[in-house]
């Protein structure tokens, strides 16, 4: 059997225990934030959203959720549930139905995302086979007074421009 080896403790002195000189550190740190503050207030850069829109955002942001069409106008999601089950939020919704045109194919019936699950990782995209799913539309605020206004239909993500049709 090993022997026990005993380290001996640090901070057994009163000063330690009390704590004060961490105290004081951290409000000198605050202060200095606080002071450097009050004096730069005028140089701070403020953005009147929305009339102003932010200038800083990257190209690879990924916006909110679209859904693609063909050529002919129909959609180009065939049903597959791949961008489902690859979302690890579990934020994607699908119901299938055959297609009406003749075309042996599945179409989804209901196509529902929900928006305040999702955690916009872009797996989905990733994932779908036909590229009938998109997160390229820039739009980066969503907002809504009810939870059921987050939840993204088939006609509002077939309705939703890329960046590039605004």
């Known amino acids: 059997m090993k022997p026990i080896k005993q380290l001996p403790r640090h901070g057994k002195s009163f000063k330690d225990k009390l704590y004060l000189p961490a105290i004081f550190g951290g409000m000198f740190v605050t202060f200095g934030h606080f002071w450097d503050n009050i004096t730069t207030s005028k140089r701070i850069k403020t953005l009147h959203y929305p009339e102003q829109m932010p200038e800083d955002i990257t190209p690879r942001y990924r916006g909110e959720h679209r859904l693609t069409k063909r050529e002919d106008g129909s959609i180009r999601c065939v049903a597959c549930f791949m961008c489902a089950t690859a ?48 997160m390229d539309s820039g739009i980066f605020s969503m907002t809504g007074k009810s939870r059921e206004s987050f939840v993204r239909t088939k006609d509002e993500l077939l309705a939703t421009p890329s960046k590039e049709d605004k």
């Open 87 to 134: 979302c690890p939020a579990e934020c994607i919704f699908i119901e299938a139905q055959e297609r009406e045109d003749g075309v042996d194919e599945k179409m989804p019936k209901r196509f529902d995302i929900d928006l305040l699950k999702c955690v916009f990782c872009g797996a989905c995209v990733e994932a779908c086979p036909c590229d009938a799913i998109r």
